[in-house]
């Protein structure tokens, strides 16, 4: 009989009279062997959350992947812990790879003002964030998870527990994964990511009277995430780029070129703006532009939340305790601990300064309480994956930045203490959501709530440690701007913008008063902003194979004879791609260090390989080796069909 979560999951049943698929309460899911698989995998996560985060400025949800390993892991290293044990694994994971994806938003930010990152300061802020952020989404438990049960559907919660359930098929789909692995590892080792043998970057630029650009960046981890995020996004974020690179940055490239000899750009004072190149043009005046676009719909999501916050603190003073939730329980002790760790990081990044540390450190607090019930809120309608975190951030920063320049701290390293300000915040944030996420998971399955927390609060701590490390020893290539930068960090460019201009005052206000201004036209056409705006402000290069893999998605969809078929096709080709993210991702960031570390130098690419030839080549075997795996799949049979 096929294994099943019960109906009243979804709801039907109030919340305190719900029946988890685990019944036992005196059943725990971890010891040492599920403590050391999930800190393993919580490291894995957040490393390559952050590589591919930094260099594309999407992540991927580790909720399911992370269930899927732990059904493999567990099932050979700790099978007596059973389904409690993959739980408590897929929340580790979950944990590490929400660190990084909150603090790729702000912490490479300091990087790109001119300032630099201790590993203290940096696990200082982080530490501080995880611990407030579980520990303000702890307090309200009892109201997201169970009295709102059946109206927040957390519905990655609820992807990942079916997942759980069904986890006597994960052996197909960690197959699906490691086939995904050897493809992303592969072809990245023979990039420049690793040996730099071939090209993997298809390009084509005009540079007459109508410049435009079209770049393919052939990478294995960016067309895993387009292939998971779907058509829509994918889509949506093409169009961005396609309105920057064939639309704007021909338009300003045509009035340039009746500009004055002497007019000069005003970036670069040493560059002519007559006969300006695509890149001259993109970096230089379309970002800006992209910056505006970002700003305002980052705005706009956190207004539109402040219903949300108003209506979270109200129920949150309404809810009751229990479990002792409010009382000595260990929630408590991390949120306290939260606190603390935030003034002393307070007082770190600020050089001694202590009414910047104290005033700042106050107003970190008082947001990221409003903010972390917001997002585990929000987890429980739209996930982590889709969940506003730019937004958040943003507002969150002008706030503080408008603090700043009251009290005249305008100075580089009271900028660099605003973005690690900046960065305690995010990371609360990013955490709750998780934290929300895999605790609903908890409920739902029938794990205790304070393992979970123990275990997910550990794993966090790890991928601090994880994504302060990684960050270090990029340090120098993060510090790279323009057209050359190896990582895109669209969102810790925007914080650095938004914080340098508002202090300075020296932004290229036309610029983003524009971006303002279309952002304003797709908010009344009812057009996803940031989506928009992202896809404009990346590298079309990176978003072209993002399309790609959702194209490949969309093929695999259509060509399947039934629902069942698709969905199964679809099933595989997640964890396929799951995989070519994770190969991506590891080796690139294997590559890189032995890069920094001078184990590996990169020779030049000569002759057919260094061209678009070659890149094109490599383009059409990355989708054949990924399309003919998830095409030849086939739906699981159920112990009933066999």
């Known amino acids: 009989m096929k294994k099943k979560l019960p109906t009243e999951a979804y709801g039907g049943v109030s919340g305190k009279d719900y029946v988890p698929y685990v019944t036992d309460k005196s059943r725990t899911g971890g010891n040492i062997a599920v403590l050391l698989i999930g ?24 909720g399911i992947p992370g269930a899927i390993l732990g059904a493999g892991l567990v099932g050979v290293f700790a ?3 059973g389904i409690l044990g993959k739980n408590l694994i897929q929340g580790m994971s979950s944990a590490g790879e929400s660190v990084a994806s909150g603090a790729i938003f702000v912490l490479p930010a300091v990087l790109l003002i001119g300032g630099k990152i201790t590993f203290f300061e940096g696990l200082a802020v982080g530490v501080g964030g995880v611990l407030f952020g579980i520990g303000i989404a702890a307090l309200v438990h009892n109201y997201l998870i169970i009295e709102e049960h059946g109206n927040l559907m957390y519905p ?6 079916e997942t759980l359930v069904a986890s006597d098929t994960g052996g197909e789909s960690l197959k699906y994964m490691g086939i995904g692995f050897g493809i992303g590892g592969l072809l990245t080792v023979l990039t420049g990511s690793v040996l730099g043998l071939v090209n993997n970057m298809a390009s084509f630029v005009g540079t007459k009277a109508y410049k435009w650009k079209l770049d393919i960046e052939v ?23 396609m309105l920057a690179n064939f639309g704007i940055t021909p338009l300003i490239g045509y009035f ?3 500009a004055a000899p002497g007019a000069m750009v005003w970036n670069a004072p040493d560059v002519a703006i007559k006969g300006m190149e695509v890149g001259t043009i993109a970096g230089s005046y379309v970002k800006y532009i992209g910056a505006g676009m970002m700003l305002f719909g980052g705005l706009i999501g956190a207004i539109k939340l402040i219903p949300v916050i108003v209506a979270s603190i109200k129920e949150t003073m309404k809810a009751t305790g229990g479990e002792g939730d409010s009382k000595g329980s260990l929630q408590i002790i991390i949120l306290l601990a939260g606190i603390v760790i935030s003034f002393v990081a307070g007082f770190m990044i600020t050089g001694g300064n202590i009414g910047m540390a104290i005033l700042g450190t106050v107003s970190s607090l008082i947001l990221m309480l409003l903010f972390v019930i917001v997002a585990g809120r929000l987890t429980g309608t739209i996930g982590t994956s889709n969940l506003p975190v730019s937004g958040m951030t943003i507002a969150s920063l002008v706030i503080v930045t408008m603090v700043f320049v009251v009290m005249k701290w305008t100075g580089v390293e009271d900028n660099k203490s605003l973005l690690l300000f900046g960065t305690l915040i995010v990371i609360a944030i990013a955490i709750a959501g998780g934290y929300s996420q895999s605790q609903k998971v908890t409920y739902i399955i029938g794990g205790d709530k304070g393992e979970m927390q123990k275990y997910f609060a550990i794993a966090a701590i790890v991928g601090v440690i994880v994504v302060v490390g990684t960050m270090i020893i990029l340090s120098d290539q993060l510090a790279i701007t323009g057209a050359d930068a190896p990582f895109g960090l669209p969102q810790a460019n925007l914080m650095a913008t ?3 201009g508002i202090m300075s005052g020296d932004l290229p206000w036309v610029m983003i008063f524009i971006g303002v201004f279309m952002a304003i036209v797709l908010y009344f056409l009812n057009l996803p902003i940031m989506t928009v705006a992202i896809g404009f402000y990346l590298p079309i290069s990176t978003t ?15 060509m399947s004879k039934s629902d069942a078929e698709k969905e199964a096709k679809v099933s595989n080709g997640v964890s396929l791609s799951s995989g070519l993210v994770a190969g991506g991702s590891i080796i690139g960031l294997i590559g890189i260090i032995l890069q920094v570390t001078g184990v590996i130098t990169l020779g030049e690419i000569t002759g057919f390989a260094a061209g678009n030839g070659m890149a094109l080549i490599l383009l059409a075997a990355l989708v054949i080796l990924t399309a003919i795996p998830i095409m030849n799949s086939k739906p699981a049979k159920t112990s009933d069909e066999e």
């Open 39 to 62: 800190i393993v995998l919580a490291a894995v996560f957040a490393a390559s959350t952050t590589y591919s985060g930094m260099k594309a400025g999407l992540t991927v949800a580790a």
């Open 219 to 241: 990478n294995p981890l960016l067309l895993g995430i387009g292939f998971i995020v779907g058509l829509e996004i994918s889509l949506t974020m093409f169009a961005g780029s």
């Open 544 to 558: 072209s194979i993002i399309l790609i893999g959702a194209l490949i998605r969309v093929l695999v969809e259509k």
């Open 498 to 500: 938004l914080t340098s």
């Open 156 to 161: 990655e919660s609820m992807a990942i527990s």
């Open 256 to 258: 340039a070129d009746m």
């Open 79 to 81: 099978k007596e812990k």
